[in-house]
């Protein structure tokens, strides 16, 4: 058991380093100038030129999605989450689709709201009005001072980021500039998110993600893939780690496929079951789409797969990734996950450390340990020194 108590506030955040629980050297930090430049110019301008989304994945050296609406930080695929990444300068989002039983859309990762709610109802069985009867309650995984929120109708997720202006405190582009990676989850929502989204006028700022060929196959003439390009959305399509090189590239090769998509997971000995191997990352990186790896959590991911070619980044909490500043000060008693606090499994809500509002109290169930970041922040000296 790791106890930081209160007094740890007076540590210079420049000074400490966080233990990693994924590999060794996989904190190693690199300059904030480095990591800053990832927003690059070309893909502000992309954005704010109102360009069609896919323009966004062909025309800029790397890009960043804010995954699940950054849920490392904010409770996931909440009107808030969405909201709050773009405040903070999110270029794009995430987005998933469900349908309930009463035809309406709603953003949820999972067939159920258990694992986000903590009721048992599946979403595809439950109308609207039942479901909003509980909200989502990420307390376990972000702070007990997190906050409880509803679960978002795609309308009402679409309206709160809208509603972002331009400027402040991180200089957003403003809502309506970002672009939208939105994925329907379910058959219903599949048929139905199309016409949501051209109604809305809003296909040149959406690239539809699905699995595969969006039927699960390896056809780049898919229905859904037609269908998309027809409505003048990018596509991005996703695979698994052990899917066969050969397809992924006839699909690549084809003019409805503007972007791939490679898993890696994150486990405390590295790369853990499922992720697709760097040869095969390499080899798709090399056939001229653009290649997005999710879900990238730690710097030394991000510089792994930029080195094996990869352009596009779905991050949980893209800016500790990119390293953006962050405030000077250290804050641990604000019973709430700050950026950069990555336990070995950043998705196992048993492996966070309390946040109790008065020290951060980290227990594992194996030997391993947790990346502090609101402790440290970049720097350019070539050594450190533990205040």
């Not at 949820?108 to 903590?118: C, E, L, N, P």
């Not at 486990?267 to 997005?292: F, H, Q, W």
């Amino acid at each position: 058991m790791t106890v930081l108590s209160n007094t740890t506030k007076k540590m210079s955040r420049r000074g400490f380093l966080g233990a990693s629980a994924l590999v060794p050297a996989a904190l190693a930090l690199q300059t904030g100038e480095a990591h800053a430049a990832a927003n690059t110019t070309a893909q502000l301008a992309a954005v704010r030129s109102g360009s069609p989304a896919h323009q966004l994945l062909y025309k800029t050296d790397e890009f960043f999605i804010a995954h699940r609406g950054a849920g490392n930080i904010s409770p996931e695929h909440t009107a808030y989450a969405y909201a709050e990444s773009v405040r903070r300068g999110a270029l794009a989002v995430e987005i998933s689709v469900r349908t309930t039983r009463d035809g309406k859309f709603v953003c949820m990762h999972d067939a159920s709201i258990k694992r986000t709610t903590g009721a048992n109802l599946v979403v595809r069985d439950t109308n609207l009005d039942e479901l909003r009867r509980h909200q989502v309650d990420m307390r376990e995984n972000l702070g007990d001072n997190i906050g409880l929120y509803d679960i978002p109708t795609l309308e009402e997720a679409i309206e709160a980021i809208n509603n972002v202006p331009e400027g402040g405190e991180y200089a957003s582009i403003g809502g309506k500039k970002v672009v939208l990676f939105i994925e329907a989850k379910d058959g219903p929502a599949q048929q139905g998110l199309l016409k949501f989204i051209t109604d809305r006028g809003l296909q040149r700022r959406t690239v539809i993600k699905m699995y595969r060929d969006g039927s699960g196959g390896f056809n780049p003439t898919s229905r859904y893939l037609k269908l998309v390009n027809a409505a003048g959305c990018g596509t991005w399509c996703y695979f698994d780690g052990g899917d066969p090189i050969d397809k992924i590239s006839a699909m690549a090769r084809h003019k409805n496929v503007d972007a791939l998509g490679v898993p890696f997971y994150e486990k405390p000995t590295g790369a853990g079951y499922g992720s697709m191997s760097e040869d095969a990352v390499r080899t798709l990186t090399g056939l001229g789409k653009a290649v997005i790896v999710w879900e990238v959590h730690r710097r030394s991911v991000y510089e792994n797969y930029k080195a094996l070619g990869v352009k596009g980044f779905m991050c949980p909490d893209p800016y500790w990734v990119i390293g953006d500043p962050f405030d000077s000060s250290v804050k641990i008693n604000t019973g709430r996950r700050q950026h950069g606090i990555l336990p070995a499994d950043p998705s196992t809500a048993a492996d966070m450390p309390e946040l109790n509002g008065k020290a951060i109290v980290h227990r594992q169930r194996y030997d391993e340990s947790v990346l502090l970041g609101p402790l440290s922040n970049f720097t350019t000296r070539d050594k450190y020194t533990l205040d």
